[in-house]
T-cell receptor, first 119, second 112 residues
Framework: AQKVTQAQTEISVVEKEDVTLDCVYE???????LFWYKQPPSGELVFLIR??????QNEISGRYSWNFQKSTSSFNFTITASQVVDSAVYFC????????????????FGKGTLLTVNP | DAGITQSPRHKVTETGTPVTLRCHQT?????MYWYRQDPGHGLRLIHY???????DKGEVSDGYSVSRSKTEDFLLTLESATSSQTSVYFC???????????FGPGTRLTVT
């Protein structure tokens, strides 16, 4: 069974601080995909990034960066110089086959981390 | 943004009544999903579809059924709503099973 753990339930920072959201996953598959989603107070779910299990390169997009480490089964998300608009719930998710060797995949979400950025 | 709409956006219904939620996409994506979101549980998959008339259960499918007669529409039915089904329901679509999913705006359902 797969599992995604976001141990930080809530994080509160002051604007311009850097913040890292942790994500640890468990899977028995060698091929899988990891994702981060953002859910702002308005409620919609916004896709941020996908990473496959064969690509351990870190990625940077503006103030956002992601650190994928297979050795520790972690896919952490860092926001540099946080802003009030970054306040949201952030979800980490893992995609793997419903059945071994199957072609239909399921997305399992962590329970999310509520990030509050205070002015 | 992916073209996904959900209707209704809000609904209040009484215990025991049937309820149908609709997800409509304009992206021609093969995969469609229904999730529920509850405090402390994150998002949980109810049912999914991998093509017209092809559907399967997710992790919390009891009390729910789905249908997909057209590529663009995926219906979620609560045959006899219960208070435990009070939740926010999200529809999602995807081009392939393992790539990212794009979510609709959600439907807030309250069962009294």
């Amino acid at each position: 069974a797969q599992k995604v753990t976001q141990a930080q339930t809530e994080i509160s920072v002051v604007e311009k601080e850097d913040v890292t959201l942790d994500c640890v996953y468990e899977t028995r598959d060698t091929t899988y995909y990891l994702f981060w989603y953002k859910q702002p107070p308005s409620g919609e779910l916004v896709f941020l990034i996908r990473r496959n299990s064969f690509d351990e390169q870190n990625e940077i997009s503006g103030r956002y960066s992601w650190n994928f480490q297979k050795s520790t089964s972690s896919f952490n998300f860092t926001i540099t110089a946080s802003q009030v608009v970054d306040s949201a719930v952030y979800f980490c998710a893992l995609s793997e086959p419903f059945n071994s060797g199957g072609s239909n995949y399921k997305l399992t979400f962590g329970k999310g981390t509520l990030l509050t950025v205070n002015p | 943004d992916a073209g996904i709409t959900q209707s209704p956006r809000h609904k209040v219904t009484e215990t025991g009544t049937p309820v149908t939620l609709r997800c409509h996409q304009t992206e021609n994506h093969r995969y469609m999903y229904w999730y529920r979101q509850d405090p402390g549980h994150g998002l949980r998959l109810i049912h999914y579809s991998y093509g017209v008339k092809d559907t399967d259960k997710g992790e919390v499918s009891d009390g729910y059924s789905v249908s997909r007669s057209k590529t663009e529409d995926f219906l979620l039915t609560l045959e006899s709503a219960t208070s435990s089904q009070t939740s926010v329901y999200f529809c999602a679509i995807g081009t392939s099973g393992y790539y990212e999913q794009y979510f609709g705006p959600g439907t807030r359902l309250t069962v009294t």
